[in-house]
């Protein structure tokens, strides 16, 4: 007769070896959830059952584990920026609706206006827990900012000379609003605001203050043109006419010396004619001829009542 006989049973695991296990588990989860690295760059925020307990700098840290402590990494060194631009750029938070950008002037007029502000998280921990959507925050105050901005200027002075004035009140109007959401504000600070584009609608319009802004342009460059003639014309011309005065400077001084000179001479000579007046006459006669003959060649003296020897001069010879 047939008898089946079932299998042996495996050996039963031993409970030295369950609890090796376990506690392989539990040393894991307790490193995984205790240790965490922060960078460079970052600041980690430490919470402990919800409630914030304190910040850590770069390195290995280490927290209470499973979920007691909580950290939150932040990036206190990068400098960020948000973009409002009317199309897509394709670049992460670089686009909004051309709604965001279209604002009415000051007179009345309507402009595209695209900018870009960066700022830089002072706080973390403000950064953390003041406001829930940061970022939908900062383009609010921004868009809110710009439009007030452009709002009180005509469209000519924003699309031509007002940039700087508007970037510069923007950073300070920004800081200001951010500050205001809770202690330590928002807990970033805005660095720059730069205006990308400021155009007018596309049409006619548009066409009209193109040719508004070659006109000025073409203004600024002849007026630069001019001023650089000017620069280069006037030292030269300056230079010129102090040459002409340092010459006519020194012609005086040539003259007075010459004068004085003579003066001087004349006064020598007068000394001595006073003392012997028929020898002085004799003298200056003599002088006087010799100055009067020293330039002249083959010159021979006569005397004109002839009552000398003719004088045999060899004509034809030297």
């Known amino acids: 007769m047939f008898q089946f006989k079932p299998p042996k049973a495996g050996k039963v695991v031993s409970s030295k070896s369950i609890l090796m296990t376990i506690g392989v588990i539990v040393v894991l989860a307790l490193l995984g959830t205790s240790v965490y690295i922060v960078n460079q760059a970052?600041?980690?925020?430490?919470t402990r059952f919800g409630?914030?307990?304190?910040?850590q700098g770069p390195g290995?840290?280490?927290?209470?584990?499973?979920?007691?402590?909580?950290h939150y990494l932040v990036n206190v060194r990068e400098l960020q920026a948000e973009e409002f631009r009317v199309t897509r750029t394709g670049a992460a938070r670089a686009f909004r609706h051309t709604s965001e950008s279209n604002m009415l002037t000051g007179d009345l007029n309507i402009v595209d206006v695209e900018w870009t502000i960066q700022y830089r998280i002072s706080d973390s921990l403000a950064w953390t827990f003041n406001v829930e959507d940061r970022i939908a925050t900062i383009r609010d105050v921004s868009r809110s900012v710009i439009n007030q901005l452009v709002g009180d200027r005509a469209i000519l002075l924003i699309m031509l000379?007002?940039?700087?004035?508007?970037?510069?009140?923007?950073?300070?109007?920004?800081?200001?609003?951010?500050?205001?959401?809770?202690?330590?504000?928002?807990g970033i600070i805005v660095s720059?605001?730069?205006?990308?584009?400021?155009?007018?609608?596309?049409?006619?319009?548009e066409a009209a203050f193109q040719d508004v802004i070659?006109?000025?342009?073409?203004?600024?460059?002849?007026?630069n043109e001019g001023q650089e003639a000017y620069n280069r014309e006037i030292p030269?011309?300056?230079?010129?006419?102090?040459?002409?005065?340092?010459i006519a400077q020194g012609y005086a001084t040539e003259r007075v010396n010459r004068a004085e000179?003579?003066?001087a001479r004349f006064n020598s000579v007068l000394a001595e004619y006073q003392r012997s007046p028929e020898v002085t006459r004799q003298r200056l006669y003599n002088e006087m001829m010799e100055e009067v003959f020293s330039s002249e060649q083959g010159v021979k003296l006569i005397d004109h009542n002839l009552r000398n020897f003719l004088p045999m001069m060899n004509i034809g010879g030297r």
């Open 261 to 263: 000179g003579d003066v």
């Open 192 to 205: 720059g605001v730069q205006l990308q584009a400021v155009t007018p609608p596309a049409g006619e319009v």
């Open 214 to 223: 070659v006109a000025r342009q073409d203004r600024e460059r002849l007026s």
């Open 161 to 186: 000379g007002g940039r700087s004035v508007i970037e510069a009140e923007a950073v300070v109007m920004m800081n200001e609003i951010l500050r205001g959401y809770g202690p330590g504000g928002l």
């Open 42 to 46: 970052e600041e980690a925020v430490i």
């Open 60 to 70: 290995l840290q280490f927290k209470l584990p499973f979920g007691i402590d909580k």
């Open 51 to 55: 409630k914030y307990y304190s910040t």
């Open 236 to 246: 030269r011309t300056r230079g010129e006419a102090e040459r002409i005065v340092l």
